[in-house]
């Protein structure tokens, strides 16, 4: 695989959009040649548009002009960071005119043909994409990465799954950067926590019960457990945290949990992006945001304070970056899975 | 009653300490007249020590000298802000020397002869001082009120205790001020999340449980229903958060339970610190630390969300004040209370 | 002075509309009466809109409908706090239909026919609204306060000019307020510095010099002195700090540059607005925005740390409430001002 | 240079002391093998004690044993990021024993005898070092960096001292990471300024002068211009701003002012940790702490902003990393000017 595939960026220039780019610039399969945004940014060189990485912007993209949604020149496999409202519409365009679309979007997650992916938890559900094309009559497709809180919980209930997931609580801690750019006020987040994420709690206990269910001849069977989220934004810059609460029906011991946590966090995806999906640290204070948002790129999970819950029986707090493994970093481990199992070359 | 009681501060330097001191200056009932604190600050004029308040120190308070831990010279009725480690020996010695101690400290919260009081929780259980008074041969006694995160559900749960209460999941994001000064350190607190706050979570399962439970001939008899807590803390000043779900037996209409948040919202307790203990606000985003947390002059706890829960029936977040409806606004509460029942002049 | 004067509020539904229509609820002069705003707002009730303020808002103003910005229906006296966009026209256009405009906005401040003022520092350059009537064939008129940062400046200034000012550096440390709501993004305020305010040491600069100056046949003839500003932004919810260093004709002892700010800082102005201009706080760690923004009801500027600089002669600290000091209770004051003196009545 | 020159760390503990370990840990000429700390620290393994950095401890160092401050043991060239009550009487210590003490303490700087050194600016001090052994009768000695915003100062006069440096203005806004662990409490930083940093105006304003001093028969004599400080302390991780003021005796074209600090940025020092020492940012809004901090792994200094200023003739924002440029990488830079002119050697 000398020669890196070519692909292009829906929704280039938000927070997600410039961590793509960012993610994607010495990426050993992929090169970003085409970028697309919405009519406020297009006809500018990427260079000419702000920027708000710390790291310079990688120099080829920079030289890239910002063109339209429009598939016509894209190249077969796009990323999408763009926002639902765009999405919607944009993204079955684009598998319509033979482009697999990598979204990060939540515009399509729950559709019952389309793939909701965590490579190291239910990479099986990628067959959905060809009854995808099938159904749609698409030569493209979409395949999706769950709401960036949602995967923390997922990685960690998969890592249990083997115990009989009975119930699950989730109260999460997210940070400013999940609500983009300019996002949340100073004025509304410094010195104060907000309550309230619209959508995210419904999406919490949703996508978690799909991207954990079961593939039959039907679709997605989601998972049979309950969900219950309440989800609260918090003056953090990069770093959801997620304090869990599970019910399991075997009982294991809590040393048999850590066991599994342990045993599943030393599983990486055999992908580029692929490292330690989560860690466990011996520390009460830990996971924090600040020490732990960047383990593995992004990409690791950070999971502590495993202990007995008096009503479910197991509790455990979880830290990801939700810019990486929520969303941009998330979303190019699943362009990897694709690439890996041919389905890209398929559709060309 | 024209004439002030005259009252003593035991730990009056601290966070807690100075709020009494502030909140008390224009008490109708009480008069600080006496001052200790550890030896650290022993022997200088009040005035002359650190004071963290905006609001410019009491001159009355400031005239006075911080004796030692002493209660000679005490009045009849003291605060206790003390650290639990003085507390633990201080207190039960000026219950012995005839002194009636309103202790925020944790010290003595859950030995079965003292009363636990919130008083629009449980007032009834003051009755416990006669019992400790017996058997512990005192002529004083110790009278505490909760933890600052444990107040908060036990409110809210006050609220709903006639729909039957199951089960309790509670979540907090708790305000650095509840740590004391110097407290967290700003290169932990800044931007971050610390999801450990050493012995809170075991208080606030305890606390609400006692708080809630019936008295009989043995004491206080725990409340039936399970509580489960994690608490973390944020990089807000003042202002805990509680996310709450809970199971109720009775399983009513959403609509009911908010009528009943309503109802017990309204009763302010009969005392000259009495304001509505908890306001349900109509509002999403809300509650906030940074809008809410003066409300009822940081007495009255917010409450907003209230929502089905997936797992356990309902759910909802409260916000309070940790320093006053959590600490020296609850220990005035509560002297009160023991005022307005005729305990000090027992005492005497 | 029974009955109060009929008052309305351009620009009614931003930060400083907020506040203004917050402080004038109790106003013993000013009965706020009407609202209006842009087109965004207009037709809506103002309870109906949203509310930033901890403290709710006043019940009489919530049962206003916010009109458009025309003069029509508006009574004599307007306070302005609209953007200097939509301030540039209308303030004028109010001011020829005959109200007199109380502005906050930055528009028509180095207007040579418009008095900008501190009523501590320049009450006889009201003089100049005389014949800005004359001038514009105006029967009403405008009357502006200073940029929040400038006023600090020119209090400071003030109680030192009769040592003969010579030169003046000042470098500002800015509340996030000062940009308005939604104003600056979290993320780039969280744990961050910005080094630029648009604007701002140009106005630092230039309206100091014109609010220290003198009034002669011309106008207002600048001060003689150099002002030198640099500004950022910190994240600080509400009180612009200014490092000042500034040298003095007389070379006085420090002593006496002490003495001159507590004698200024005596005078209140006898207005109902009037409080202590600046007080001198003797702690080297002061004023800090948390702990001493309040002061006076947010009307009084709080200096320390007065010492020998090495080039210029003297430096110090000065605190001031951005919203209230800086905007609000300054146009509040200037109203007071301007009615106290009978020009609304000669309006009429 | 195949084998690396062993050094030791006095002081290890503290923030300074872990950056130098981490920043050692991948040195090309320097191996950390000997570690010193206080009593309290004492005897422990290195991996037991707190370690607050995001990046995991290096192995090799974790596994080192935590001494004594006795030289007895110490390799040649020891690092000292003690606290100055310690190094008062250490570092001299060290200095008779042998060692050649690389010190980011105040205690010494300003002993005419003790190089302190910022390798772009005052190489050529480095030659104090053999007046130093030959006074004291020392085999080692003590090298120092400067203050960490004193280091932001020269680095910029340096570039400018081409023009007649006359006099300087500078104002600090200072990370919360220059007071240590824990340093400022949580509650004092949080949306706060602290006007206040204990001693460090007077270091800005002394240690410039000397950094810029010329070094003749005598020793070095201070750069003849005065400075004067002002220093503040912002809830910022890590990151100094020195908003700085500049009077030039050559009254250059600020097109001549800017070439000449990209001249300067463009030389870096010809040792492993050289970097370009400065980079000029062509943003109004930079440099800031969150964008800039880590420019140049820390140890290049982000300048912006410069322009005419009224009083001084230039002003400019400088930024750096307070613990990198302002100490721990300092310090290393300086050991590598120390062993590249070859002054460990010759004291062995």
Known sequence: MRERIPVGILGATGVVGQHLVARLAAHPWFEVVW?????????????ELPWRLPAPMPERTAALRVGPLDPATAPDLVFSALDASAADEAEPRFARAGRVVISNARSHRMDPLVPLIVPEVNADHLALLERQRAARGWSGGIVTNPNCAAVLVALVIAALRQFGIEQVAVTTLQALSGAGYPGVAALDALGNVIPFI?????????????????????????APFTVSAQSTRVPVEHGHM????????????????????????????????????????????????????????????????????????????????NVVRGAAGAAILNAELVVSVGRVLASA
Chains 1, 2, 3, 4 share one sequence.
């Not at 970028?35 to 260079?47: D, I, K, N, Q």
């Not at 419904?202 to 989601?222: P, Y």
């Open 242 to 321: 997620a304090l869990i609460s599970v019910a399991l029906a075997d009982r294991p011991a809590l040393a048999d949990v850590r066991a599994a946590l342990d045993a599943f966090g030393a599983r990486a995806a055999a992908l580029p992006g692929g490292v330690a999906p989560l860690v466990y640290i011996d520390d009460p204070h830990r996971p924090q945001p600040k020490l732990d948002v960047a383990r593995g790129g992004g990409m690791t999970v950070s999971v502590g304070r495993l202990r007995a819950c008096p009503l479910l029986g197991y509790k455990l707090v979880a830290l990801g970056h």
């Open 198 to 222: 619209d959508g995210e709690e419904d999406k919490i206990e949703r996508e978690t019960r799909k991207l954990l269910g079961t593939l039959d001849d039907t679709g997605v069977v989601d």
């Open 35 to 47: 970028l697309a945004a919405s009519a406020r940014s297009e006809g500018w060189r990427y260079g």
